[in-house]
């Protein structure tokens, strides 16, 4: 099973709107983290948030906010008021086994693009 | 953040020459370091986790004779793409463990590889 699930291959917005990127994950460790990466069309991959499954609330960073529901095991990226600057490539990705855990495991990106 | 420099940016090279890759931690310590391939409009992918002092661990189907990876500080990983081919052209990424910023792994720019 795919641990990392991202269903969405391409989104559109219109700029100032927001947009949520869905991300579904499954594991049976009680411990993991979940994060969000931006991938440019330059290449480089810049973190944007991080969602702690023993995070009570859900986590926040400027524009970007984690939509985290863990009976449903989803951490929704949810940005606000988008930018003609947030087109890209978004990453899910999910560390299994708390502090001891060091791989990644990735979903296959959605790609924003906003549109003027 | 965490700042991640990679080096080169951009490679061309003849097949049958080897390249190196490196990859440093600019503003703090990385015990480990990871090494992922990217292929046009697809995810990344995980060829092997480098711990610092000890040999790395490679993924299934990747191999260690042709992708030498050493971790000789704790702010410095390269990557030699060995006797290049040219199905070895990819985007090459390299990310580095921060245990001090909630175990997230911060991205260097990437090397773009190309064998002619």
């Known amino acids: 099973a795919q641990k990392i699930t991202q269903t969405q291959p391409g989104m559109f917005v219109q700029e100032k709107e927001a947009v949520t990127l869905d991300c579904t994950y499954d594991?049976?460790?009680?411990?993991?983290?979940l994060f969000w990466y931006k991938q440019p069309s330059s290449g480089e991959m810049i973190f944007l948030i991080y969602?702690?499954?023993?995070?009570?609330q859900n986590a926040t960073e400027g524009r970007y906010s984690l939509n985290f529901q863990k009976a449903r095991k989803s951490a929704n990226l949810v940005i606000s008021a988008s930018q003609l600057g947030d087109s890209a490539m978004y990453f899910c990705?999910?560390?299994?086994?708390?502090?001891?855990?060091?791989?990644?495991?990735f979903g296959t990106g959605t790609s924003l693009t906003v549109i003027p | 953040g965490a700042v991640v420099s990679q080096h080169p940016s951009r490679v061309i090279c003849k097949s049958g020459t080897s390249v190196k890759i490196e990859c440093r931690s600019l503003?703090?310590?990385?015990?480990?370091m990871f090494w992922y391939r990217q292929f046009p409009k697809q995810s990344l992918m995980l060829m092997a986790t480098?711990?610092?002092?000890?040999?790395?661990?490679?993924e299934q189907g990747v191999e260690k004779d042709k992708f030498l990876i050493n971790h000789a500080s704790l702010t410095l990983s390269t990557l030699t793409v060995t006797s290049a081919h040219p199905e070895d052209s990819s985007f090459y990424i390299c990310?580095?463990?921060?245990?001090?910023?909630?175990?997230?792994?911060?991205f260097g720019p990437g090397t773009r590889l190309l064998v002619l």
């Open positions: 480098s711990n610092e002092g000890s040999k790395a661990t490679y």
């Open positions: 503003d703090f310590q990385a015990t480990t």
């Open positions: 990705a999910m560390r299994e086994g708390g502090n001891t855990g060091n791989q990644f495991y």
């Open positions: 969602q702690g499954s023993y995070d009570q």
């Open positions: 990310a580095c463990l921060d245990r001090d910023r909630l175990e997230t792994q911060y």
């Open positions: 594991t049976s460790d009680p411990s993991y983290g």
